[in-house]
């Protein structure tokens, strides 16, 4: 069975870090792209990075750049996120597929009905 299982998540003051934690079962995760989404309180879901396997690239979003790093590690993903604002919380999700796309937006797509439990950032004083 292909999972994904998010961790990591918690209540944080502003300015503090956090990581999270992807782990995949069921298949190989360095043979795809891996992504971090999020969904703020009413709100749809957004792309936060996406790393490719094809050339290693990554995308960050514009609101999270220099403060947000997705690494890998065997068959992990991870996002640590450093220097929060109350404008991250939201729950994480992850995702992976054959290609982030421009922006994330083709794994986005294709994650849309399912998505993982998430985790859930709360970045609060």
């Known amino acids: 069975q292909l999972q994904l299982v998010e961790s990591g998540g918690g209540l944080v003051e502003p300015g503090g870090s956090l990581r999270l934690s992807c782990v995949a079962s069921g298949f190989n995760l360095a043979h795809y792209a891996v992504g971090w989404f999020r969904q703020a309180p009413g709100k749809g879901h957004e792309v936060v990075s996406c790393n490719s396997r094809s050339d290693g690239s990554t995308y960050y979003a514009d609101s999270v750049k220099g403060r947000f790093t997705i690494s890998r590690d065997n068959n992990t993903v991870y996002l640590q996120m450093s220097n929060l604002r109350p404008e991250d919380t939201a729950v994480y999700y992850c995702?992976?597929?054959?290609?982030?796309?421009?922006?994330?937006?083709?794994?986005?797509?294709?994650?849309?009905?399912?998505w993982g439990h998430g985790t859930h950032v709360t970045v609060s004083s």
């Open positions: 995702a992976a597929d054959h290609f982030c796309g421009q922006g994330g937006d083709y794994i986005l797509r294709r994650a849309i009905g399912s």
